[in-house]
Nanobody, 114 residues
Framework: EVQLVESGGGLVQPGGSLRLSCTASGFNFNDIMMSWVRQAPGKGLEWVSSISADGRTWYEDFAEGRFTLSRDNAKNTLSLQLNSLKSEDTALYYC????????RGPGTQVTVSS
């Protein structure tokens, strides 16, 4: 059974940083592309970033230069470093095995507010 568990969210002021983590189990994590998606209040799922099995990364425009995605295949973990956070980054963040977020964990809440 695929299991994805996100952590690391919280309340942060604008301009602040957070590091989100995702622990994966139940599938061959080392072999597949992983993604982060998010859902802001009242909006649909939005792709954030993806990373290939060998570490190549892609970012949505709003994430480019502010967010950094990495993975540790030895530990089956995914990390998303969020820097220079803005109020519009407030959302529930999910890690997923697909970039549409169809197979995702329960999420971790990021709230950016002063």
């Amino acid at each position: 059974e695929v299991q994805l568990v996100e952590s690391g969210g919280g309340l942060v002021q604008p301009g602040g940083s957070l590091r989100l983590s995702c622990t994966a189990s139940g599938f061959n994590f080392n072999d597949i592309m992983m993604s982060w998606v998010r859902q802001a209040p009242g909006k649909g799922l939005e792709w954030v970033s993806s990373i290939s099995a060998d570490g190549r990364t892609w970012y949505e425009d709003f994430a480019e230069g502010r967010f950094t995605l990495s993975r540790d295949n030895a530990k089956n973990t995914l990390s998303l470093q969020l820097n220079s956070l803005k109020s519009e980054d407030t959302a529930l963040y999910y890690c997923a095995t697909d970039n549409a977020g169809r197979n995702r964990g329960p999420g971790t809440q990021v709230t950016v507010s002063s």
